[in-house]
């Protein structure tokens, strides 16, 4: 009930049980054994849990130095911590450490969020790591039969060779990564154990989810419709959404400063990126538009034109010859 209603994971509601945060009709609860009807009252930390409403699922860029987590004991930014306004309380699909990047889910449905972090349902991830060291791609194959890694034993991972830099301390590789397990920071120790050092790693997907053009910190919410055509074993037919449209749409950005190189208003004479002054009329501070300049009389006086015979033609100096060489 509490994992549907989007408190927290299924896990983390344990832990709330065990710490005796949960109260039904007034009772704190001391196991998680316990069956909710209708009319009943649920607390968590004295605050009533309202009914849930429909599956939501929204993807986002996790930047670099973020913790996944609502709360970090070591009181680390957290993800949730930096989404924008106007969202509802939402759960991460998985994890990524703070030193990971790229794709994170995040849904207000408990039970969808466990069912996609299960190595069971096979979801496939999509990686791209950097990595420092050497390697084959020979070496890469081997991990398809699945490698064990300190009494971890991994499955199959689709691991590629995109491209090496060879340098004076090693190699710098880009590898694709491919699994479906997604077990605790799985790619890092798994290329680790073929002695290579993640130094970044990127989520490019996340089963039928895609980063896409997101921007490190952008969010953006599923449509209800690709949610039942993609999601629909995962999600109880009583908790689908309906409709075709999300229901949160991202803020507009704030306009940027002024680009490097670009004029400032109230600084005349100031030359734009062409090398020419800038002559496009200006605002002083208190909302005035300066008067024009004015020229004194002689200035700017048109050039003369040249003289045109009557045949058309330019006339010509005497003594030139006809077909001669034209004067400028």
């Not at 995109?162 to 798994?190: C, F, H, M, S, Y």
């Not at 995962?234 to 940027?256: E, Q, T, Y």
């Not at 015979?309 to 010509?316: L, N, S, Y």
Request: aromatic share 4%; glycine share 12%.
């Amino acid at each position: 009930m509490l994992a549907r209603a989007g408190v927290a994971s299924r896990r983390e509601v344990e832990r709330l049980i065990e710490a005796g945060r949960v109260a039904l009709n007034g009772q704190v609860l001391t196991t998680p054994a316990v069956k909710v009807e209708a009319g009943d009252i649920l607390t968590v930390d004295g605050a009533v849990v309202t009914e849930a409403e429909p599956a939501r699922l929204f993807r986002y860029h996790k930047p670099l130095d973020l913790v996944t987590s609502h709360k970090d004991p070591q009181g680390r930014p957290t993800v949730f911590d930096h989404l924008p306004g106007g969202l509802p309380r939402l759960i991460s699909v998985g994890r990524l450490d703070i030193n990971s990047e790229g794709l994170l889910l995040l849904t207000n449905d408990g039970g969808l969020a466990r069912a996609l972090e299960m190595p069971t349902t096979g979801i496939v991830r999509r990686y791209r790591a950097r990595a420092r060291g050497r390697v084959t791609q020979e070496k890469l194959d081997t991990l398809t039969k699945g490698i064990t890694v300190e009494g971890v034993h991994y499955g199959s991972i689709e691991a590629t060779l995109d491209k090496a830099k060879e340098g004076p301390q090693g190699a710098n590789l880009w590898i694709t990564v491919v699994l479906a397990e997604g077990k605790n920071r799985e790619v890092r120790r798994v290329l680790e154990a073929l002695g290579l050092k993640v130094n970044r790693l990127i989520r490019l997907s996340y089963g039928p989810f895609a980063l896409g053009t997101l921007l490190p910190g952008e969010v953006e919410e599923v449509g209800p419709r690709v949610i039942r055509e993609q999601m629909a074993e995962h999600i109880a037919p009583a908790n689908m959404p309906k409709g075709d449209r999300p229901l949160w749409k991202a803020p507009a950005k704030v306009a940027a400063g002024p680009r490097r190189g670009a004029v400032e208003i109230g600084r005349p004479g100031q030359k734009t990126r062409s090398g020419k002054p800038d002559r496009r009329p200006r605002t002083s501070p208190t909302g005035e538009t300066p008067k024009k300049m004015e020229y004194k009389a002689g200035w700017a006086k048109p050039k003369p034109k040249p003289v045109i015979a009557k045949t058309g033609g330019p006339k010509r100096k005497s003594g030139a010859k006809p077909g001669g060489r034209k004067p400028r």
